[in-house]
């Protein structure tokens, strides 16, 4: 059966995750800010009596820019029991993966190559698989 | 022992539910030998525990099982139908003693020899054929106990955990539409969840006996390689505690055991020239204290070299030779808890080079808990270890800097006060910053400053958290606005959010927001505070008291949660005594402390069930302690006080800030506790009684002081102000002194009718009363 993929809008581009590495999608509403944190950790969210760690994407991606405070779609995942909501820039659907994942080519630039593990082909697409947990780890295992 | 039993019936029948499909199958090809060696591991494990109890009839059986067929895995004999018709007619015997081991029963039947013979080589083939029915399953009573994996527990837990925090939503926003039916109605559900999470708190606790089980070998172990002779003392070992918090504290407490044993009791020939018994003793206690677990380590060894321990320190570089100088006794064996100094005189391989103590620190504190020592030279040591009972619960303040509420754990928490409330002074010295509390020096750290926010832009307005996180550093932590006392779950935090070195774990607090929990003593060290700057920490002369204020005052919360003022000055001091020490003795409780015994107030009638903290209060010649909830603040007595309208241990009512306060009346308190204060004494009714009767003075005194008189002799001084007179019927004639009644009583019940016999009480009591209660109450402050 062909990977299932949940496609989400990040730095203006269209990304896959995996869909087996998502838990469901959430909305945050108000976040609850981490003081002494690493730049791209926003926040953290209840979601009914679980605390969220709220990880902000394009951070992750560029620890230079952030996501607008409005932003609101986000994708939940848990790793290693801790559960993350990985906020983007719009959540978009889910699709079958209409190929097998390719290794990244080396031209990404650093950030991508860093969130980006593999690219796959969905609807006709190119598009790059990012991994949940290197979003999570943002940019700070580089920086250590 | 019961535990140990149940558990060795139920892995007993673990075992053998996993071992009949083998036993089918071992039956089907004799030869096979996985199988065999499945069956002989059975019996083996079988004989091997119930060595461990006294049960001969299992131990004969498994025995001869297991010789059987150790001599087919030998080779020696062959696995022929009749050996396995024997061995399967014994295992069901065993199952069947199990059974009936757990139910208490007995079995029809008695004799296993049977049994037995048919296992040995040269029984003959029919000798048990009738004995070898099955044994019927269906016989098997349904167990009383089940054993579940420890996840189906924890997630069980979570879930608990997960509704208590539902339940706060929900009866927030239950409580916000007023509906007293639907509050009603949900107030059941709230305790039945309370009780719930009692419950699966309950399941996770084990005995502490668990953790008891190894000392013995241990012990035993550690004597062989050091040639001390220790003996062992267990007790307590029926304290349940988290299983969690069990795990966490394994380490430490081997660690203490272990230097207790290699560096703290001396070895037999030292004991012999100290005049002590050549074998050294070691007890570990378990109790429990409230929501806490004491586990104190004693020995009777030589106790901490406390200048040697001090120059190593000096030398190691952990104090300065001149702080050194001023530590006191108990700062000096405080340093067993550095990193790197060790007093042993030679580096054993058992404990090393100072390893241990300040990992066992550093250990106990991450749970939340308490390590303190107490040394005597020649005597030994005691270690006290506290622990909280369960790491997913517990007790918090919120507290709010930078418009963002945190968690900080109570256990941390010494003391709360505020900057405007006179008693402190925060200075600056060379950058860093200093806040005196009733002549305290404490080294101050502004929460919004550790979270990189500004300033807050009137200091004073902030209150101080005053933060004892290692046990002996206390320091003082800024923050703007103390919010309240809540129980908290604690949740994890991700690794993201503890690699900032601020937090402990996350939280959702009553309003469904997420709260960080703070790490005091990660806050201290991303500060800079390092533990040598102890020194910072230095006895001042007292701060001047701040001027054209009240008289300090503490703002205490009682049982009923209500708040309550009393003036600083009348408290001795502040303490925790577990219930026990309360007593309901002459229909008022009393408080037993140390070798004192006070009057509780405060408390209401009630014998409390838990551990309760006590005001001393103090008037300068007696005691009496009030039980009260919690502290609130420090903070000068405002003015303007309403009276109250009626007498009572409330004297008015005062505003703090925009809340109302009751002023303790201290002199109501200490005047119904008989306190002899003066003015108290002056305003009581004088009343005179015969010098020298057995009788009057001991059994109609006391009877006459109750009724709020003061009694003299009659003809001593004082007595001519007396406003009663008592005198028996049989003294000659008795002048009182002008204005004052007379009161003659008598030893017989018949007599004179101008005399009231002496143990008619109503009758006594009504004549004291016939002109005293009005006097009195016009008297009262």
Redesign the interface.
Known sequence: MAELLLIVRLAGERVALPAADVESVVEIESLTPVPGAAGHVAGLAALRSRVLTVIDCLASLDPSRRLPADAAEAVMAVVDGHPYALLVEAVEDVVEATGERQPAAASLSAGWRRIGRATIEAEGDLLLLADVEALIAGPVREAA | MDELINEFIAETREMLEALSGEIVAWEAVPDDRARLDEIFRFVHTVKGNSGFFDLPRIRALSHAAEDALSAVRSGTRSADARLVSAVLAVIDRLAELVEALETGETLASEDDSALIDALSDAAPAAAFETEAAPANPAARTSSRTIRLPVELLDRMMSGV???V??RN?LARRIRATGDAEMIAAFDRVSVTVADLRDGITRTRMQRIDHLFAPLPRMVRDICGQTGKLVGLEIDGGDVEIDREMLEMIRDPLTHIIRNAIDHGIESPSARRRAGKKETGCLRVCARQAGNQILLEISDDGAGIDGDKLVNRAIAAGVVTAERAERLNEAERHALVFEAGLSTAAAVTDLSGRGVGMDVVRANVERIGGLVEIESRAGQGVVLTLRVPLTLTIIPALTVAA?G?VYAIPRSAIEEIVRVKGGSVRVETVGGAAFATVRGRRLPLIYLRA????EPHPDPAAQSLVLLRPAGADLYALAVDDIHDHEELVV???????I?????AG???ADD?????LLDPPGIAA?AGLTLHRRGAEAEVAAAPPAAAQGPAALLFRTFEGRKRLVPVAAVRRIEDVRPEAVQLSAGRLHVALGETLLPLEGCGRAVPDRPIRLLRLNDGRSEIAYGFADVVDILPLPAGLVPATEPGEVRGVVLVGDEQAELLDLHWLFERHGGRASTAEAAKPVCAIPAGDPFMDGILRPLVESAGYSVVASGAPGSESASIVIASDEAGEVEPPEGARLVRIRAEAEGRSDSIHRYDREALLAALAGESPPKRRRHRG
């Open positions: 955990s997960d509704l925090l539902a939503e930078g963002q550790s979270l990189g926010r949740k994890p935090a991700a690794p993201a959010v690699a900032a070195g601020l937090y996350t939280t959702i469904g927001k997420p709260v960080l991303r």
